[in-house]
């Protein structure tokens, strides 16, 4: 719905037509190639993802807190695609770009709320690794199962309210039109560009929700592995240096990623570009199995003993 003639752009007033429905543009062209290629991503997602929390929750070598955060991890990439892929797949089949404002309101909330946790549950893991390296002798006294569950389950209370509050603040606003939205799922920074209201109280709670979802849990890594370094750097032994580095280094490669495809889309000043968002929402999810079994032993063994092989190494022994 576009803005009547006469009307100002961004202002209220009563002249305007409420918007009811936005339209998500998505990726236009070659329908059928598109969804091949989406419908092919999403089930190597799921399939990854499925396949990583099936073989460290039967394999009773990887009941280890480091293996707990990382079965969250993988549910959370699953649901996390399964919010905007699944819509995008069937606009490509329909034709049909429409999206109500409560589904957007949904689907933006949903996405946000676990984007946020994987935040948090990211710095649990930095924590998990410092514990690991750093106080060895203590690690397992210190990281039971009910710490692992417990922070598990503060990254979801912490990411529930501030989301809550954001998205209520933005949907509260009037949408007069235009309603195109240039992406393929319900984005905050398009759907705020939409709003005909001062938008002073929205900037802030975005600066605000990055604050503490986004650069605290970052700073909280970093501090992890700067700790982290230093006692690696402190050990005698090169081996031990190398094994040390070797149980960080698939959660450094899945922060780097996720926090480097982050800040190349929402730390530049325009619109986020939809192309380039489909690093951190699909690139992500897809290749974290992939990290953490091909640079991870301890999957790989038990990989093997899933399918029958027997590997040549020892893994982890149990969470107390």
Known sequence: MALKTGDEPGRYSKNHSIVKEFILLGFQGHPALLFTAFLAIYLAIILGNGLTLVVTTCDSALRTPMYFFLRNLSGLEMCYTSIFLPKMMA??????????????????????????????????????????????????????????????????????????????????????????????????????????????????????????????????????????????????SGTGRSKAFSTCSSHITVVSLFYGSAMLVYLQPKTPDKVVSLLYTIFIPLCNPLIYSLRNREVKAALSRMFGRKPSFEVASEIS
């Not at 398009?190 to 109280?201: E, G, H, K, Q, T």
Request: hydrophobic share 55%; glycine share 4%; charged share 10%.
């Open 91 to 236: 606009d490509l089949v329909t034709g049909d770009l429409t999206i109500s404002l409560q589904a957007c309101a949904t689907q933006m909330f949903f996405i946000f709320f676990l984007g946020g946790t994987e935040c948090f549950l990211l710095a649990a893991m930095a924590y998990d690794r410092y514990l690991a390296i750093c106080l060895p002798l203590r690690y397992m006294m210190i990281m039971n199962h009910r710490v692992c569950a417990g922070l598990v389950a503060g990254s979801f209370a912490i990411s529930l309210p501030v989301q809550l509050v954001q998205i209520s603040l933005i949907f509260s606003l009037p949408f007069c039109g235009p309603n195109v939205i240039d992406h393929f799922f319900c984005d905050i920074p398009p759907v705020l560009s939409l709003a005909c209201a001062d938008l002073y109280i929205n900037k802030l709670a975005v600066h605000a929700e990055n604050i503490l979802v986004v650069v605290v849990p970052f700073f909280l890594i970093l501090a992890s592995y700067v700790n982290i370094a230093r006692a690696i750097l402190r050990m005698p």
